[in-house]
């Protein structure tokens, strides 16, 4: 099992199924199950307007998506242009937060926090 960590309200938007496009400089070859961490920073061009509460917790494991694909050049509302695009759907949000100190690139959640996991989102 992966983890990326993710801004919010970003991270929130992509566990409660919004969001189905993740933007990053770089690309991956990893495919499958991917667990979204919202991590201690927040976007700050992002407007509060009315969001998700998802959307306010930080420092924490949030839920799960599949990683579908990750393409160059897609066309969605949130695919954002000279970015790779992961496409991610069948979002899941956990219904308690799992507190994690978040990394760079994809990772693996240490034995502590894979055990509160909830059990579908194991491998």
């Known amino acids: 099992m992966r983890v990326l960590t993710v801004h919010q309200p970003w991270a929130g938007l992509l566990v409660d ?8 400089g770089w690309k991956t070859n990893y495919r499958g199950p991917l667990l979204i961490h919202a ?3 927040t976007d700050p061009y992002y ?3 009315s969001l998700p509460p998802n959307c306010a917790v930080q420092r924490a494991i949030l839920g799960v998506v599949t ?3 990750c393409v160059y050049g ?4 949130w695919a954002e242009p000279g970015q ?3 496409l991610v759907g069948n979002a899941r949000a956990f219904c308690h ?3 994690a100190i978040g990394r760079l690139g994809l990772w ?5 926090v894979a055990s509160a996991l909830p059990l579908y989102a194991r491998e």
Do not use: Q
């Open 39 to 41: 991590g201690a920073a």
């Open 47 to 49: 407007g509060r307007s």
């Open 108 to 112: 693996t959640p240490d034995r502590e």
């Open 17 to 24: 199924g919004i969001k189905d496009v993740e933007n990053r």
């Open 74 to 77: 897609y066309t969605s509302a």
């Open 67 to 69: 990683l579908f694909d």
């Open 97 to 99: 937060p799992i507190p």
């Open 84 to 86: 790779w695009h992961w």
